[in-house]
């Protein structure tokens, strides 16, 4: 198996993730293998274009094939999706962390106003 860097590894996961029918696959494995003839049928789409999406979603790791006689089954990699949540999560705090200074911004703008207005009897 090949060892990607975090950042490498990274670009290839949210790669594989920016289609939708990559997405797709990735829920049908989460509740059962399945053969790239089945993932196929259920995506209406040829075998080869099925072998090229899940091609694309092994190479980022989050899917594992292995082949018995002539049939090709898909599971999900072993991997998941720590690295990717974790990296999601970090800018969720980020943004959170700028919205949270904003808010203070505005009250004390609003504090001011507040206190610059004169008092009406």
């Not at 696959?25 to 989460?30: G, K, Y």
């Amino acid at each position: 198996m090949v060892h990607y860097s975090t950042a490498t590894r990274l670009d290839a996961s949210f790669a594989a993730l920016s289609d939708a029918t990559r997405r797709g696959v990735l829920e049908q494995l989460a509740w059962a293998e399945a053969s790239i003839t089945d993932l196929a049928e259920r995506f209406h789409m040829t075998l080869t274009g099925m072998k090229k999406h899940v091609g694309v979603l092994e190479r980022a790791g989050l899917v594992v094939t292995e082949k018995v006689g002539r049939v090709r089954t898909c599971r999900l990699g072993a991997q998941g999706l720590a690295e990717e949540a974790g990296w999601i999560a970090n800018y969720h705090q980020r943004w959170h962390a700028r919205f949270d200074a904003l808010d203070d911004v505005i009250a004390e703008l609003k504090a001011m106003e507040n206190k610059d207005e004169p008092e009406r009897h």
